[in-house]
């Protein structure tokens, strides 16, 4: 089983709104990450834990807050967004090992997030 | 320059052509190597992954790495129109393996 589970898979919000995306993998993963992917680009790293703490924060503004409650769980919180924070949120995870060559990183279909 | 250089495309060839996607790389350090298909308002759905060079074949998927020329492609053969989606390249290095490195993604549209 290679699956990365995200909810909900679309959400709507106002600019006062405080909502949280959901992310779990069951793949024993201690990698997990959020992309923000705007249409016709790549993936946007944001955050990355490693062993359920912070490992990077790619200068991300402090309306998205992550939290990891555990080694499946990954969690976006979101509050006063803004119109251009609308993109595809993506979570994925991987083994967060390098010396046995399978480092091999499994996204979730993602949260199409609208601010309005 | 940036870490990793892939063609936007857009792509478009007739159902049944080869096609081969390419991206370069500047890291020498960069040992994984991965394919994803995205289609549109779709997650990345993990196509191939190859560590350090060589080739891999899976049904009618080739994927290539040539670390002299920091160079890797990905094969399609007998392309169907729903192979039409999004690819994109990914990798990372064994000194940062919780950072990867993303090509711009190539547009493929195969057509009927």
């Known amino acids: 089983d290679t699956e990365v589970t995200q909810t909900p898979k679309h959400l709507v919000m106002g600019m006062t709104n405080k909502k949280s995306l959901k992310c779990e993998q069951h793949?024993?993963?201690?990698?997990m990450y959020w992309y923000k992917q705007k249409a016709k680009k790549p993936p946007e790293l944001m955050f990355v834990?490693?062993?359920?703490?912070?490992?990077i924060n790619e200068s991300v503004p402090s309306r998205f807050s992550p939290e990891c409650p555990n080694s499946s769980l990954l969690n976006l919180h979101l509050h006063a967004l803004q119109p251009e924070d609308s993109a595809l949120y993506l979570c994925?995870?991987?083994?967060?090992?390098?010396?046995?060559?399978?480092?091999?990183?499994?996204f979730g279909a993602g949260t199409r997030l609208s601010v309005l | 320059q940036k870490e990793v250089e892939q063609d936007p495309g857009p792509l478009s060839v007739p159902e049944g052509a080869i096609v081969s996607l390419n991206c370069t790389y500047s890291n020498s350090a960069f040992q994984y190597f991965m394919w994803y298909r995205q289609y549109s308002r779709k997650g990345p759905e993990l196509l191939m992954y190859t560590y350090s060079s060589g080739n891999k074949e899976d049904g009618r998927f080739t994927a290539q790495v040539d670390k002299s020329s920091k160079y890797i492609s990905l094969f399609i053969r007998d392309s169907q129109p729903s192979d039409s989606a999004t690819y994109l390249c990914?990798?990372?290095?064994?000194?940062?393996?919780?950072?990867?490195?993303f090509g711009s993604g190539t547009k493929l549209n195969v057509k009927p």
């Open positions: 793949m024993g993963h201690r990698a």
């Open positions: 994925a995870s991987s083994r967060g090992q390098g010396a046995d060559g399978k480092n091999i990183q499994y």
């Open positions: 990914a990798m990372s290095g064994i000194y940062n393996f919780n950072k990867f490195y």
């Open positions: 834990y490693s062993y359920e703490k912070l490992s």
